[in-house]
């Protein structure tokens, strides 16, 4: 293009970076164009991705971080979510889900804004997180984490904007083919499956070219989980004659003698072993189209496709409320850190539960964009974008079967109590081993009935519109080199609809009792291959239990089928939220001492429209006086309501970059941000249980009336390239919330609509009994709401080294390496009403203290071998679970690659993620004892989540190692 702007030494490194960057963007071994005037540093491979990211990073005008094709293609990385946790502050975050994203900084993955193409990207999700999962890496050219904002970047972003970027046909001199073909094995299913991917690039011209690429991606994934539900602070007593229905008896586990009296312990409601198999077909591709009719204009075209279809089947084995009597219980004693726990306990009057489960789960995604920039004359640049993204995801032929004990009752003989004992695996870990019994054996298809079918649909539908005009005005003076100033709108509606349906004994066409062994094969239907957790789980974790055809159940108790008139939509669980935004920004860029002194500074504007349906309802129980009078016959009455909010936000920010010396760089940036609030929480409307008269009622509260998130955020780098290929750097980054949403539980009375007076009335109890039950004639309604109010702040610091080892001799002048540190320390206040709260004080969920990768890298002409090892320390996972907290263990996985060129243009592959074996733990510990220290019960955890036990297992998720092997030819 013909605008001339004063050359600077930050614009030469742009120049550099940019020359870098298309080498590596026109794929490997292909000649790139360069711009005239501008060092080429002819590097490939494994090298070639590191040095261009690094040059990238250099030229940046703010704090940020880069990975190039070539980096992302020859890594073990399978997806993009996988590919960000290389970069120093960034997370991958599962937390035992399938999907995959990332948390910045310690903000979580809805807080940041993730664009493809310039085009933000729509969620498959409740909330604004994007799963990453659903992307195939090698369709991009480029990823851009930008850490430091400026005020012509769009607001939405509290940790970083990423940016990923899809090649550029006019960055090829030449037409570039890329066929790779691809096996996958997964240990743990033990199976391979296949992968096909195609890139390419055709121009037509010099000022005309097309790029595309297409995928197609199977993986058979296996997850084994260990799983509890709802731990709670209960009294165990010994009490009654052993061996007798009111016998109850607590054991010290130290010392094996009984405990007399009361003993107060943390003891689970729930123990769960399920197994996950999902078959998971990945296809999709992406379309550019480039035209720059001349040097002053140029367009782009973009559009990307992706769907994913996942076949899942789940199965799982479980005992639960076992602290009824009689019973035996195993204690461990606490002391003044931990608390009395439950560790063994022996039941007879067990509940017991196999559930069979499947469902197809579809994902449709698609992005597509258009920009034009045009220089009017050597001053003026304009540019124009619009975007649409959508994600649809549908949930189909759902049904979950819960095959429950046919004997029931007390159980006063012990020789048939049920029983939970934990013990350590292999890896230190306790986890349960079940004692199956005559009440419930997961693997007896004889004492086992069909207590419940379940089948459920659901639709999450989410759309963004977007448009962008911007335009920037060059000076010509020594101070301020341009003014940059533009506008933007867009609309993005969220819709999720439900449909459920329960089907109790009550409601099956066969009346007749149906037990697990009248469904064909179910004695020998079990899908777990006699495995389960094996090198996890101590010896007497169940490792089969049945699951008996889920086909063959439905047929037995609907001979006639199941109609589409049973599947009534729930609107208790429907919502639709519109968000409109419109801003606008002024952003002036300056330099001082010739050029050495770079940055901009400048404010952006944000309006945010919120418009929210929904509907409230309250389920009442059956039976009720009123249960008549409900208008749609069911036991829940329900309305339509619709809310309506709005906000503005003015965002200064500025930016200074200090080129010391031609190596070394200092930047500095302060700006306020701002993030909008989970698009589930401001849904409208509530959701009341009231359960039964004598029980508090439940209820969630929606509020479309939340502010966002704002922050003062400052951060500070310095950065020695102190050669070609290397850099030592230091980043230091502070943020300061002055918004911050939390959620409150609070006691409210609530109007019946149907009586017009409060909602359980318990003055109209029959019984004197039953008005002596409740503390108030009119019962307090416990609501739970996300609010505004809360305050937090996270600091932290980020190191980086990099270097290629040219300087060595011999066969160790192919090494290198990059490491990366990021500490980051963190409090939020989560009740600022209370400051007394337990729960204050503690870090942000999903935030390690420390995190690192280390990659080191041996390459010649020929070969290139890479070993990666990424770790990150504790997180709190789970801010508030009943009286405890979540929190995920420190986990470190090594994964390796190789690369051969067997020739110029057919180069072998090898990857294997997760050679350690190792596998996401998280542990429960208990965070408000409920004034109960007096008993043995204890807070177990503050801000330092390394000080804590991780005695109590909350959960363990294992996927396995995978295996790549594949070839890709280039021509």
């Known amino acids: 293009m013909s605008q001339q702007f004063k050359k600077s030494q930050i614009a030469t490194l742009v120049g550099m970076a940019l020359s870098a960057s298309i080498s590596a963007n026109a794929l490997a071994y292909e000649e790139a164009s360069v711009a005239e005037d501008v060092e080429v540093i002819e590097v490939t491979g494994v090298r070639s991705s590191l040095t261009s990211a690094l040059n990238a990073k250099k030229a940046a005008d703010t704090i940020s971080d880069s990975i190039i094709a070539e980096e992302i293609g020859k890594s073990s990385d399978e997806n993009i979510a996988q590919a960000l946790s290389r970069i120093s502050g960034v997370s991958l975050d599962r937390d035992g889900g399938d999907n995959q994203t990332v948390t910045v900084r310690g903000i979580q993955a809805a807080l940041n804004d993730v664009k493809l193409n310039g085009v933000s990207m729509t969620s498959n999700t409740d909330d604004q997180a994007v799963d990453l999962s659903l992307f195939s890496a090698d369709v991009l050219s480029r990823i851009d984490v930008v850490k430091s904002p400026s005020a012509n970047q769009e607001e939405g972003s509290l940790g970083a904007a990423i940016n990923l970027q899809t090649r550029a046909p006019l960055s090829s001199k030449k037409n570039v083919n890329v066929f790779t073909v691809e096996a996958r094995h997964n240990d743990l299913r033990e199976d391979t499956t296949p992968r096909f991917a195609y890139t390419g690039i055709y121009n037509l011209n010099e000022s005309m070219g097309f790029a595309g690429s297409l995928f197609y991606d199977e993986k058979n994934v296996r997850k084994e989980e260990f799983n509890i539900f709802n731990s709670n602070i209960r009294k165990f007593s010994t009490a009654g004659t052993a061996g007798t229905n009111g016998s109850k008896t607590v054991i010290n586990a130290d010392t ?87 560790v063994g306990i022996r039941s007879g009057h067990v509940g017991g539960l196999n559930q069979s489960g499947r469902w197809l789960n579809t994902t449709d995604t698609l992005v597509v964009g258009a920009q034009i920039e045009h220089a009017i004359n050597d001053d003026w640049m304009v540019s124009g974008r619009v975007g649409y993204s959508a994600s649809d995801q549908e949930f189909t032929d759902g049904f979950r ?79 301020i080199t341009s003014v940059e100033f533009g506008v933007k709108y867009t609309d993005r509606t969220k819709e999720v609809r439900n449909e459920e349906v329960f089907f109790g004994t009550s409601a099956f066409e066969n009346e007749n009792k149906i037990m697990a062994s009248d469904i064909p094969g179910a004695a020998d239907s079990s899908i777990t291959g006699g495995e389960f957790l094996d090198g996890i789980a101590p010896a007497g974790t169940p490792t089969d239990w049945i699951f008996p055809d889920i086909d063959a159940t439905v047929a037995l108790a609907f001979p006639n089928g199941l109609s589409d008139d049973l599947f009534v939509p729930n609107p208790l669980k429907a919502w639709e939220v519109d968000e409109k935004t419109y801003g606008a920004y002024v952003q002036a860029n300056f330099e001082l001492l010739g050029g050495d002194i770079t940055g901009n500074f400048g404010v952006r504007y ?100 939340l502010e966002p998130f704002e922050a003062n955020q400052f951060d500070v780098s310095i950065e020695w390239y102190f050669q070609e290929g290397a850099l030592l750097s230091a980043a230091a980054f502070y943020k300061d919330f002055t918004s911050f949403t939390y959620k409150t539980s609070t006691a409210q009375q609530v109007q019946n609509p149907l009586t017009n007076t409060c909602l359980v009335d318990r003055s109209v109890h029959e019984t004197e009994a039953e008005k002596l039950a409740a503390t108030t004639p009119c019962a307090d309604v416990d609501i739970k709401q996300t609010v505004n109010g809360g305050s937090a702040d996270i600091q932290g610091l980020e190191l980086a080294y990099q270097q290629n080892y040219t300087f060595l001799p011999g066969l160790f002048s192919h090494l290198g390496s990059s490491i990366n540190y990021t500490y980051a320390d963190s409090e939020a206040i989560v009740n600022p009403d209370d400051a007394s709260d337990p729960f204050n004080g503690l870090p942000f969920k999903n935030t390690s203290e420390h995190s690192s990768n280390v990659t080191v890298f041996w390459e010649d002409e020929k070969l290139s071998l890479r070993l990666a090892y990424a770790y990150r320390s504790e997180a709190l996972s789970s801010t508030t679970n009943k009286d405890s907290s979540v929190i995920r263990d420190a986990r470190g996985t090594l994964d390796f690659t190789a690369n051969y060129a067997i020739t110029k243009q057919l180069k072998v592959s090898f990857s294997a993620l997760n050679l350690t074996n190792s596998y996401d733990k998280f542990y429960e510990v208990l965070t408000n004892p409920q004034g109960h220290e007096a008993d043995g019960i204890v807070a177990e955890v503050g801000n330092d989540l390394s000080d804590t036990s991780d005695k109590r297992t909350h959960s363990v998720f294992d996927y396995g190692s995978d295996f790549r092997l594949s070839l890709r030819y280039s021509f």
């Not at 207590?451 to 459920?456: L, N, T, V």
Request: glycine share 6%.
């Open 606 to 705: 944000a309006n945010t429209e919120v418009e929210a349906n929904g509907h409230s309802g309250i389920r009442f129980p059956q039976g009720v006086y009123f249960y008549d009078d409900i208008p749609d016959g069911t036991d829940t009455y329900k309305y339509p309501v619709h809310d309506e909010h709005d906000y503005d936000n003015w965002l200064p920010s500025v930016t200074v970059n200090w080129v010391i010396e031609d190596d070394l760089i200092l930047r500095a940036s302060a700006a306020k941000v701002m993030a909008r609030p989970n698009i589930n929480s401001v849904r409208s409307g509530f959701d009341i249980k009231a359960n039964n008269t004598e029980e508090v009622p439940q209820g969630n509260e929606f509020n479309t009336a």
């Open 401 to 479: 079967m819960n095959w429950v004990p046919d004997i029931g009752g007390k159980q006063s003989d012990p020789d048939t109590w049920c029983g939970v004992d934990w013990e350590n695996g292999p890896e230190g870990d306790s986890i349960p081993e079940f004692s199956f019994c005559n009440v419930y054996d997961g693997n007896d298809p004889t004492t086992m009935k069909l207590g419940q079918i379940r089948s459920d649909r659901r639709d999450v539908d989410d759309s963004k519109s977007s448009i962008y005009l911007d335009a920037s005005r060059a000076f010509d003076n020594d101070y």
């Open 256 to 342: 094996l003698e009984v405990i007399p009296g009361d003993t107060w312990a943390v003891s689970p409601n729930f123990h769960l072993n399920r197994l996950n198999l999902d078959d998971k077909v990945k296809k999709g591709g992406t379309l550019t189209f480039q035209y720059r009719p001349n040097e002053d204009t140029d367009f782009r075209f973009d559009t990307s496709y992706s769907r994913q279809e996942i076949d899942h089947e789940q199965t799982h084995t479980r005992m639960h409320n076992m602290h009824r009597n009689p019973y035996e219980v195993m204690v461990e004693l606490g002391d003044e850190d931990s608390s009395n726990r439950v």
